[in-house]
């Protein structure tokens, strides 16, 4: 075919469907333990008499068999803030047999007289029919311990993907033997280190071009359990009047890292050569790659908690320099500091840039910097209606498209960080329902929430999320990692029309073609994609990308930019 393609298949998926294979301000922080400066929420009049096509989202994870329980520290208090952050989710296809599987890390307890609630991450291998059996212990995953989230990318590039499980202690490299089973070579691969690190989110990314997968990891905070004062001990230790575990405020930092594949399964930390690692006073959570002023080059972004964000431009020469604030995308659109948490990108306007959406803490709104070119951003939350909700704590955010119209909506997942609320006269729920914008396009959203079935309106305290058509029926599905209790897979029921599955794989470029962008256009409409490997809140989303088509029965082409932006491959539509 060309630079970077393998081969093209296709077959009909559901009536009107194609699945196509490409080969080819510190007052607002989380755990702040101070009362915040109020965000004050602004409704938007935004062509009320629109509606979508039916939306109803129903959560089917017991019938699925996704029954695992979640253990993530003390159920009713959350001494310490190691408690309170939970996991993510990753949707990959582990076995290569067609069928997106899921990996959902846990946590364990602190306190020994709950010793025996210890769990362990859990791997689902789907089996078809939206059914999933627990394959953990088979696939050698069946470790104990601080896990926080996940990313997922072939770095040896023999076909099978890996896993990269970030932990509060030792974070672990699982490469993918090929035979439904992973083997642990965090050592052997140069990735381990005797020191204890809170790693939280991370990514695969091929930052200088080389074909290879590197590997980018956020770090939180320095955790010592004996330094850590008691809940309300002092202003960092307390919220609104309550006593609350402390941190991250009066807590030393973590610090980001950057490691280079130099290939033959083998990494060398680049963090401090790269300037990934210089320290930067903030709390790094979820790790994101996208290329954010089209030079063909990964930039890294980073939402921080209870500290500015972080944007880490790509310089082309193996270096990076961080630009968050002078870019825009580092606070809100007041210039106060926020508790960033979750981040997805997306072109959610269609003018031809990748846009950042970001979770917040309660008091507060989600951020929606617009791309405005040449790596500057504008915080659009209230201009494009998401600026409608300050009551909930997000976490997992999502772009995707729900009614199949070619334009993405975004999904927030929510949970409050302290149980104790539940106990309070505060009035603030601990478990909260999901929150869902409609893409109406011109850069508009209106919150459909209510109107989008139970599971979206049902209210649990959750955390990571990942999005994926689990059953191949041209819908996608939602899985989110719950605080303390078993998953969600929620399932939308609502109209279908038409839509594409694209998957690409590299031959010159790293094999799953991370960094790769996808543009279907269809009508006058150009709708794009980007392959990423970690995003929404410490998960990866299902690597292929999902286009809705609305009413037209086909496309009239297909052009993959591979990664590095000079070539491109054009797919014409044969339909």
Not at 91 to 105: H, K, Q, S, Y
Not at 340 to 356: L, N, R, S, T
Not at 503 to 519: F, L, S
Not at 522 to 527: A, E, F, K, W
């Amino acid at each position: 075919m060309g630079h970077g393609s393998r081969a093209v298949f296709a077959r009909t998926a559901v009536a009107l469907g194609l699945f196509l294979l490409l080969c080819r301000p510190a007052g607002i922080g989380a755990f702040q333990g101070m009362v915040s400066p109020t965000r004050t929420p602004r409704p938007i009049n935004i062509q009320t008499n629109l509606r979508p096509i039916k939306v109803d989202f129903r959560d089917v994870a017991i019938e699925a068999g996704l029954t695992a329980q979640n253990v993530v520290g003390g159920k009713d208090v959350k001494k310490y803030i190691l408690e309170a952050t939970g996991n993510g989710v990753a949707i990959f296809d582990f076995d290569n047999d067609g069928l997106m599987d899921i990996f959902l890390p846990n946590a364990t307890t602190l306190d020994t007289k709950d010793a025996g609630e210890k769990s362990t991450s859990h791997l689902y291998r789907n089996i078809g029919k939206l059914r999933f059996e627990d394959v953990t212990r088979k696939a050698g995953l069946d470790r104990v311990g601080w896990g926080q989230g996940v990313c997922v990318g072939d770095y040896d590039n023999d076909g099978f993907k890996d896993l990269f499980v970030t932990y509060y202690g030792h974070s672990v490299l699982y490469h993918n033997e090929g035979d439904g089973t992973f083997r642990d070579v965090t050592k052997e691969s140069g990735l381990y280190s005797d020191e204890v690190r809170w790693d939280t989110g991370c990514t695969f990314v091929d930052y200088d071009l080389d074909g290879k997968l590197d590997l980018v990891i956020g770090g939180y905070l320095e955790f010592d359990r004996s330094k850590i004062p008691e809940p309300g001990a002092s202003s960092y230790c307390q919220w609104k009047g309550l006593p609350v575990m402390c941190g991250p405020r009066g807590l030393p930092p973590g610090r980001n890292r950057l490691f280079h594949n130099k290939g033959q399964g083998k990494f060398e930390d680049v963090s401090t050569a790269s300037g990934i690692g210089k320290p930067t006073g903030c709390y790094g959570f979820t790790v994101l790659a996208s290329d954010f002023d089209n030079d063909g080059y990964p930039d890294l972004y980073v939402a921080c908690d209870s500290t500015p964000s972080l944007l880490y431009h790509n310089q082309k020469n193996g270096t990076f320099e961080e630009i968050g604030v002078a870019s825009g995308s580092a606070l809100n659109e007041d210039g106060q500091e926020q508790a960033g948490m979750g981040v997805a990108v997306a072109d959610y306007d269609e003018d031809g840039y990748w846009d950042i959406v970001k979770t917040n803490f309660s008091d507060d709104t989600p951020s929606v910097y617009h791309n405005d070119r040449d790596c500057t951003f504008t915080d659009k939350v209230y201009v494009s209606g998401l600026g409608t909700h300050t009551q909930h704590l997000g976490w997992g955010i999502n772009f995707l498209d729900v009614d199949h119209d070619g334009r993405k909506e975004i999904l927030i997942i929510n949970g409050h960080v302290y149980p104790e609320v539940e106990r309070s006269s505060l009035h603030i729920n601990y478990r909260q329902p999901r929150l869902l914008y409609w893409n109406v396009g011109g850069g508009k959203f209106k919150d459909i929430s209510d109107s989008s079935g139970a599971g979206v309106s049902d209210s649990w305290s959750s955390r990571g999320s990942a999005t994926g058509d689990l059953d191949n029926d041209g819908s996608l599905e939602v899985v989110i990692n719950n605080m303390g209790d078993r998953p969600s897979l929620l399932k939308n029921f609502g109209t279908k029309k038409n839509w594409l599955l694209v998957q690409c794989v590299g031959v010159k470029c790293n094999r799953d073609a991370v960094g790769a962008r996808v543009y279907v256009y269809v009508g006058d409409r150009r709708i794009s994609g980007e392959i990423q490997s970690g995003s929404s809140f410490l998960s990866q989303n299902d690597p292929r990308l999902h286009v809705g088509l609305a009413d037209d029965a086909s496309y009239k082409r297909i052009e993959v930019q591979w990664p590095g932006g000079a070539r491109v491959q054009r797919i014409e539509s044969w339909c």
